[in-house]
């Protein structure tokens, strides 16, 4: 299997650490998507990271797809809970954490744009997502190891990968003082192998 992907993506880099995690052995392709010859288009339609290329050259996209398919394809335990519920939460967690990315992704291809051409209401309104996501994920995580069940899962993953394109992107935002609590589980995962091997590159 390879991995279509860019260094800084936290789609992408949620793959990464899963695969890390179950021990799965996938090839990593770095590309640029603004590149015309850039082989993403051929496989997803929406010109998008990350792709699972499988070994039929079939393909495998978006990263939550990707992921379960990961967790379900490697034995030893699953970082998808199998209950309903509990997978229902950790589900929950991994949608606002990808929603905060979405939205800090927005605000950061906006900032990017010509001066005359920038709009700094969007900018704004985009933070605001990103500032109210942070404070309710802020006050769930108070006083848990994990996120969900007290046992590392997705849901743990990617809050982190979240916390990390926030850091890199929004340091202005000094996210680590404004919500502690979540600054005290990312110093956690940040220690993890799997985290430390996909850091984003300023």
Request: net charge neutral.
């Amino acid at each position: 299997m390879k991995l279509l992907y860019t260094p800084n993506s936290p789609y992408a880099r949620k793959v990464r650490i899963v695969a890390l995690e179950k021990h799965i052995d996938i090839e990593l392709q770095e590309v640029v998507l603004a590149d015309p010859d850039c082989p993403v288009k051929n496989y997803n339609p929406l010109g998008k990271v990350p792709v699972l290329v499988l070994d039929d050259n079939d393909s495998v996209y978006d990263s939550k797809v990707i992921v379960e398919y990961l967790d379900n394809r490697a034995p030893g335990a699953h970082l998808i809970p199998q209950d309903s519920t509990s997978k229902m939460i950790t589900r929950r967690w991994e949608s606002l954490a990808d929603g905060i990315c979405d939205a800090a992704v927005s605000a950061m291809l906006e900032s990017r744009r010509e001066p005359a051409h920038q709009s700094q209401a969007n900018i704004d309104k985009q933070l605001a997502k990103v500032l109210l996501g942070l404070e309710v994920l802020n006050l769930d995580i108070t006083k848990k190891k994990w996120c969900v069940n007290e046992t590392f899962s997705l849901a743990d993953i990617a809050l982190g990968c979240m916390l990390g394109y926030i850091d890199l992107r929004f340091k202005h935002l000094q996210w680590q003082d404004k919500f502690p609590n979540l600054a005290k589980h990312y110093n956690v995962l940040v220690k993890r192998p799997s985290f430390k091997l996909s850091m984003p590159v300023d």
